[in-house]
């Protein structure tokens, strides 16, 4: 509405005939869109949430099957009560997870593209071209293949990651090579004692750092670019120190770049489907399965379509509540354009 | 003579070890760069690393099962393309050709793709420059779709999609357990991301451009025509490249849906590949299907990236 308060409007005593169709005419533009979109994708969103209140399953599938009972939050219950019959599953441990995978990745992700970043912006550099250029592999290759090359990487026998593993301990400490047949993917016990994370956790750390700091750098990069370099003359002049020119000016000012660019990295880590189902396929014992990937289970292996309804709207509104919980920061850092 | 403001060659090298600017000012210490360099190498080793791995696999010459050793350099005790030829004669024990596979992924993602900028480009015309009632709202239902990953909508779109069944000539046609339904599953989800990817493309093209074109003549609509629609071929091309490499590489909705191996898509053959399935297979055809999946879209992702990446809206959200 504000958006046609804004919009200038003739003034109202010269009513042209065509006005109704000038009217109507951005309205014709969103017919085919909106045509399609309401029948496969609103239609379908609202069919869900009926569908959440009910017991949907294999029985109801076919078209001319019965409808399927009214359950009203049982569905919603049971998600968070823990009583879906699947195996080691806990609603909150998962939520947990979710979210720790969640920033750890993003935290690593823009430190360590930040860091790169200024390394190849520095004046002088050698071979400058060659770095930008390879540093895009990560991008540019489809996320499931590196998923898929990952889960072969940290096979336990004959995966390059152990291989690798074992051949610099060889050189660099003479440790034997039979140390490294790491289980990474189907070791049970926490590594790290304290921290209820499996050794999955961190090779999925490892595929997915690899997979995310090239875009992150590439982000901070044209930010660094648009940094004026007088900023820098002046602080020399004023006797600041290269680290204090970083934490001073290098840092506030790729802040404008780097808060979208996190809020983006948050929602596609958040949902990272490809790489947590290929790699780890959630295990062991569901300890690194997220929201996403348990929706997908319960919809193809369970097939229970009304509970993974239920389950869907509830990642919807954690979604909603994570976006406007970004979109709040996002605002609060806008002011800050320098 | 030479021009004495421009540096002669050798000069311009011997600024370059030295770590000056073009200019030759003062750069980089020799301390620094060599630091750098080490730890440049280092990420560069990294990135390369499952690269080389996956690449010299499917060149083994060895003819094993399993790579008992790491083997980083392709080129190590000869090539043999024998993994990517028993891949091409039949990748899985599923009776289907890569040929056909690929025909699949090709025909989902391009018409896919091709589907999202026509039936999107529209609506983004009319959100980036036409003022209209609603006009808010309906840019938040665009976006609310577009937050929500596409895996969230498919317990209704499975169920909707298996009710449209039919009968053809005695064969019955289930709609769901198709490549159109599929393709019309990741419609659903990528339409909104391109409405919103073109969107932003359009919001840079200056408004004076269409305002000439209509105090010289043009009627609204043909200004869009004429004016605005071929200045967004850039923005067109990349939607849909963006559209088809995610449609060619989509695994979920298709793996759910599609039981005919006649339909299968390369990702469903892949993961037919690995983890439990793959006691059979060869890491060395594992490797040469990967290869054959990613090469193409890499190659023209490599060509195309500089015009959109690091510009990327937060449209991209969508898996």
């Known amino acids: ?31 085919p869109a909106f045509l399609v979109m309401g029948v496969i994708t609103y239609y379908p969103m609202l069919y869900q949430v009926w569908m959440s209140f009910t017991d949907y399953g294999l029985k109801n599938l076919r078209f001319d099957a019965p409808l399927p009972n009214y359950v009203g939050f049982a569905n919603y219950i049971n998600i968070l009560t823990n009583q879906l019959g699947l195996s080691y ?62 889960r072969n990487m940290f096979d336990p026998d004959y995966g390059a990651i152990n291989q690798g593993l074992a051949i610099l301990g060889k050189f660099f400490f003479g440790l034997s090579p039979d140390l490294f047949h790491i289980h990474w993917i189907d070791q049970v016990n926490y590594p790290v004692s304290w921290l209820p994370l499996t050794l999955s956790y961190y090779a999925l750390l490892i595929a997915n750092v690899w997979l995310g700091w090239p875009f992150m750098t590439i982000v901070a990069s044209g930010a660094l670019q648009s940094i004026p370099k007088d900023l820098y003359e002046a602080a020399r002049i004023d006797g600041a120190s290269e680290s204090q020119q970083f934490w001073r000016i290098t840092l506030p000012l790729l802040r404008p770049a780097m808060v979208p ?14 790489l947590i189902y290929f790699l780890s396929g959630g295990g062991p014992l569901r300890q690194t399965e997220i929201l ?40 609060a850092t806008e002011s800050y354009d320098a | ?45 990294i990135v390369l690393y499952p690269i080389l791995w996956v690449v010299s696999m499917s060149f ?8 008992t050793e790491l083997r980083l350099n392709p080129f190590q005790g000869g090539l043999t393309l024998k993994a990517y030829a028993d891949i091409i004669k039949q990748p899985t024990a599923n009776p289907v050709s890569l040929g056909q596979l690929m025909f699949n992924s090709f025909r989902l993602a391009t018409l896919t793709g091709i589907a999202s900028i026509i039936v999107g480009i529209f609506a983004s015309y009319a959100f980036s420059r036409l003022r209209f009632a609603g006009r808010q709202t309906l840019m938040i239902a ?6 929500l990953p596409s895996i969230a909508t498919l317990p209704a779109l499975f169920v909707l999609l298996n009710k449209v069944q039919f009968d053809i000539g005695g064969q019955v046609f289930n709609l769901r357990n198709s490549l159109i339904g599929v393709g019309l599953a990741v419609l659903s989800g990528s339409l909104p991301f391109a409405i919103w990817n073109m969107k932003g493309y359009l919001d840079t093209i200056p408004k004076e451009l269409e305002e000439a074109a209509l105090i010289d003549g043009c009627t609204p609509n043909s200004a869009f025509f004429r004016v605005t629609l071929p200045l967004s071929t850039p923005v067109l091309a990349v939607t849909f490249f963006l559209g088809f490499m995610s449609t ?40 040469a299907m990967s290869i054959l999946i990613a090469l193409p879209v890499t190659i023209v992702y490599l060509f195309v990236q500089r015009y959109f990446v690091g510009g990327l809206a937060i449209g991209g959200v969508k898996g």
């Open chain 1, 89 to 150: 599953y806990d609603f909150w441990r998962m939520l947990g997870f979710n979210l720790f995978w969640t920033f750890s990745n993003v935290i690593i992700h823009v430190a360590l593209g930040i860091f790169i970043a200024v390394i190849l912006n520095r004046q002088g550099l050698w071979f400058k071209g060659f770095y930008r250029a390879l540093y895009i592999l990560p991008i540019v290759v489809p996320q499931i293949i590196v998923a898929n090359i990952f």
């Open chain 1, 292 to 331: 996403i990937t348990t929706a997908y289970r319960l919809i193809n292996e369970q097939r229970l379509y009304g509970v993974a309804a239920a389950f869907c709207v509830y990642i919807f509104i954690i979604l909603l509540i994570l976006t406007l919980i970004t979109n709040s920061i996002t605002r």
């Open chain 2, 60 to 67: 083994d010459p060895r003819d094993i099962s399993r790579p």
């Open chain 2, 248 to 287: 060619w590489t989509e695994y979920p909705t298709s793996w759910l849906f599609l039981t005919n191996p006649k339909d299968f898509t390369l990702m469903m053959a892949l993961y037919n590949m690995v983890g439990q399935y793959s006691n059979t297979t060869p890491w060395s055809h594992f490797a």
């Open chain 1, 1 to 31: 509405m504000t958006a046609l308060a804004q919009s200038p409007t003739a003034p109202k005593k010269v009513v042209h005939r065509r006005s109704i169709w000038r009217v109507l005419n951005p309205y014709f533009y969103l017919i």
């Open chain 1, 261 to 274: 660019a996190s809020v983006y990295g948050i929602v596609m880590t958040f949902n990272l489907f490809n």
């Open chain 2, 142 to 147: 665009v976006l609310t779709v577009l937050m």
């Open chain 2, 1 to 45: 003579m030479p021009n004495p403001g421009k540096p002669s060659f050798l000069t311009r090298v011997r600024w370059y070890f030295q770590g000056r600017t073009s200019t030759g000012e003062r750069g980089m210490s020799f301390g620094s760069q060599i630091l750098s360099q080490l730890f440049l190498l280092l990420m560069a080793a």
